[in-house]
């Protein structure tokens, strides 16, 4: 066990991202977290002055392909027990493949399946080999199994491009190396992207969710679990 544990949020400066760090710090882990822009993170900056030492904040905007394949050296050293990447969008407002344009599209699924996995390949070097976690912010609308009711089919489609993408991350892109790969679900939650009347709230969300990867790391699997460990079908 080491000393200290080392998590890496990326997308954490605000909805279950913010949540996650403030968790994760009352849990004992050490931190660096990204946001697009560090001067607008004041949520952040506040939880790095009230942690002294804790807390490093670092600039990615995974759409920025020389941000996101420069990142690495930026953690160079660091041994993560726990990288979760969160950032996600939901895409265009029509959420409709109908009125999809290329821009579009490839922006949703360079942010929420290409990028995420892209930066894990990255930093795969720095999880901790035998009890490290790699977390992916998936969602149960990245289900095929589930999808009975056919909406937002756009961002349905990124998510389920993420975890196919994790899949094949799981089995063909560790180089051997042991650790536990997750694809989450966090519930429906109150955030600028579930809105207002969604069922769940940040704590109880990110509260599940740490106590699903606590519960998992060292299996060295890669499952598809809600944030109260349930399982989910592909
Ligand atoms: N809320 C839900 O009900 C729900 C359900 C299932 C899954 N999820 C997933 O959970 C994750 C977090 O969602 P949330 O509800 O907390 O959403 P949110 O409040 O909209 O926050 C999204 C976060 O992602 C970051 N982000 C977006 N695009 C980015 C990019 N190109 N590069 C870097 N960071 C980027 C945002 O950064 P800025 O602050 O700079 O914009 C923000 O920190 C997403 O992956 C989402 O798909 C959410």
């Known amino acids: 066990m080491p000393d200290r544990l080392l998590a890496l949020i990326v997308g954490a400066n605000r909805g279950l991202g913010l949540g996650l760090a403030r968790e994760l710090l009352g849990r004992g882990y050490d931190l660096i977290v990204t946001a697009r822009d560090p001067a607008k993170a004041t949520d952040l900056a506040a939880l790095a002055a009230a942690n002294p030492g804790r807390v490093q904040i670092e600039r990615l905007d995974l759409n920025d392909i020389a941000q996101l394949d420069g990142f690495a050296p930026r953690v160079a050293g660091r041994v993560l027990d726990l990288l979760y990447l969160n950032a996600g969008v939901t895409g265009p407002a029509h959420k409709d493949g109908m009125k999809a344009t290329i821009e579009e599209t490839g922006a949703l699924m360079f942010t929420n399946a290409v990028a995420p996995v892209r930066l894990a390949r990255?930093?795969?070097g720095n999880v901790r080999d035998g009890s490290g976690v790699i977390a992916f912010m998936s969602s149960v609308m990245g289900s095929v199994a589930d999808n009975t009711a056919g909406t937002s089919e756009l961002y349905?489609?990124?998510?389920?491009?993420?975890?196919?993408?994790?899949?094949?991350?799981?089995?063909?892109?560790?180089?051997?190396?042991?650790?536990?790969?997750?694809?989450?679900h966090p519930g429906w939650v109150r955030t600028d992207m579930g809105g207002p009347?969604?069922?769940?709230?940040?704590?109880?969300?990110?509260?599940?969710?740490?106590d699903v990867i606590e519960r998992e790391k060292g299996s060295q699997k890669h499952r598809f679990l809600d944030y109260r460990g349930a399982e989910i079908a592909w």
């Open 122 to 124: 990255h930093l795969l």
């Open 156 to 184: 349905r489609a990124s998510k389920a491009a993420l975890n196919s993408m994790t899949r094949g991350f799981y089995h063909a892109g560790l180089g051997g190396k042991k650790i536990t790969v997750l694809s989450l």
């Open 197 to 210: 009347s969604a069922a769940v709230g940040i704590e109880e969300s990110v509260a599940g969710l740490v």
